[in-house]
């Protein structure tokens, strides 16, 4: 069992930059690959990015790569996702998931068997 809290969401202006972390309970969070995802008000909860449980490779929607950063600290049971050069559509509900232990990183949601609650983040114009 994992449990997932997500943290540093808030409201930004258009180019600013936001962390947010995701926090993980269980002994074997270092054995999960994680994603974070979003959705925004009337879509579908999409893909942002994702990382292996050993952090050495990862992956990105095609809308964020080179603005996005995922990271992972398995000492601190913490997943992060630092955001920058952030536009008026990054704007949305951000949730953290874990998925299997040691198995590769899906763009699919229905793959990821843990969920964080969420975080808003909202970037004016």
């Known amino acids: 069992q994992v449990q997932l809290v997500e943290s540093g969401g808030g409201l930004v202006q258009a180019g600013g930059s936001l962390r947010l972390s995701c926090a993980a309970s269980g002994r074997t969070f270092s054995s999960y690959a994680m994603g974070w995802f979003r959705q925004a008000p009337g879509q579908e909860r999409d893909f942002v990015a994702g990382?292996?449980?050993?952090?050495?490779?990862?992956y990105y929607a095609d809308s964020v790569k080179g603005r996005f950063t995922i990271s992972r600290d398995n000492a601190r049971n913490t997943v992060y996702l630092q955001m920058n050069s952030l536009k008026p559509e990054d704007t949305a509900v951000y949730y953290c998931?874990?998925?299997?232990?040691?198995?590769?990183?899906?763009?699919?949601?229905?793959?990821?068997?843990?969920w964080g609650q969420g975080t808003q983040v909202t970037v004016s114009s």
């Open positions: 998931a874990a998925k299997g232990i040691r198995t590769v990183v899906s763009k699919s949601q229905y793959e990821y068997a843990y």
């Open positions: 990382i292996t449980w050993s952090g050495l490779n990862t």
